[in-house]
């Protein structure tokens, strides 16, 4: 379990459920006049949460789950996501989407990269991009990790265009998730609920038209303690609370603060608050370990990703006729 500071913890947790179910079914049928709806369940705590609070706003014969893997995918994710399922009585359909994501050369294109910065590079091998925060005197370049076929790991550096080009390959893994959720939810007429919590919403851990292609948020003003603490209070499986919340979207694989955050959830959730709250560096000192200096780098190292991923929390600019 995630620590969560007394700050953050969400004092009356059944209010605070009844408020989010009572909000989706108005979402569902008044807003949107929809018959249910479609989740992406991955198998991790964000999609577990939003299944069950659906579960209980609208009734489990109005959901409906889809399993997307794909060949980089952990396998244990769809055996945890089809754990939701029957745990909460949703019927679900699962679809591997590696042809479709081959034929827009996914993965060829990932790894033609990956060889040229490691010659010995075969199917065997797995792979990952890190992104070292910027918080000390260093530049917090991302590099390449790979693992290889005798489980050597090999960190190597890569440039800035490598590494938008993997970015931007695996983003397609998320626009074609989205693509199946609203093709189910057309056919269906059903609203797609989204999975981003506050915590990734402000940073910009989504990808715009991908994961954060949806109709409704229901967990978007919750940070990520506060959804272990829901997973807690609703009695969510202990592998579901306890694994690493994980992108799946590398062949090897990598948890959310390993490769967005740095620092663990209940720091970055702290920093966030504290942001938004407008709370001195002492009062920050005073919930935490950490030293001023510390702090002072965490709040500038947010400020940056929040301003520089602002625009992927705006619809599309466009002219304003006076």
């Not at 989407?97 to 996914?106: A, K």
Request: overall charge neutral.
């Amino acid at each position: 379990m995630t620590e969560i500071s007394e700050l953050i913890k969400i004092k009356n947790i059944e209010t605070k459920i009844e408020q989010i179910t009572k909000f989706i079914k108005k979402e569902v049928f008044e807003i949107y006049q929809k018959k249910g709806v479609v989740i992406g369940l991955s198998g991790g705590i964000d999609s577990a949460i939003t299944a069950a609070l659906c579960t209980k706003s609208i009734g489990s014969e109005k959901v409906l789950g889809l399993i997307l893997p794909e060949k980089e995918s952990d396998p244990n994710s769809e055996n945890l996501a089809q754990q939701i399922a029957n745990k909460y009585n949703i019927k679900t359909k699962t679809i591997d989407i590696t042809n479709i994501l081959e034929s827009f050369g996914v993965y060829e294109n990932k790894e033609k990269i990956v060889k040229e910065k490691f010659s010995n590079y075969n199917e065997k091998c797995k792979y990952r991009v890190v992104v070292p925060p910027k918080l000390e005197n260093n530049i917090g370049m991302p590099f390449l990790e790979i693992l290889d076929n005798e489980n050597v790991l090999h960190k190597l550096k890569i440039s800035s265009f490598d590494f938008l080009n993997l970015t931007a390959l695996t983003s397609i893994k998320h626009r074609v998730r989205m693509t199946m959720l609203y093709n189910y939810s057309e056919k269906n007429n059903f609203a797609v609920i989204g999975t981003t919590n506050k915590t990734e919403y402000l940073q910009g851990y989504f990808v715009k038209y991908g994961d954060g292609g949806s109709d409704i948020e229901p967990l978007v003003h919750l940070y990520k303690t506060q959804i272990y603490q829901i997973a807690n209070f609703l009695k969510l499986p202990e592998k579901i609370i306890n694994q690493d919340a994980s992108p799946d979207v590398w062949s090897f694989k990598t948890s959310d603060e390993e490769f967005f955050y740095a620092v663990p959830y209940n720091i970055v959730d702290l920093i966030l608050y504290a942001r938004e709250k407008n709370l001195s560096i002492n009062e920050i000192i005073k919930s935490s370990n950490l030293s001023s200096e510390k702090i002072e780098k965490l709040i500038q190292f947010q400020n940056q990703k929040q301003n520089k991923s602002q625009t992927m929390r705006e619809n599309p600019h466009s002219i304003e006729e006076n």
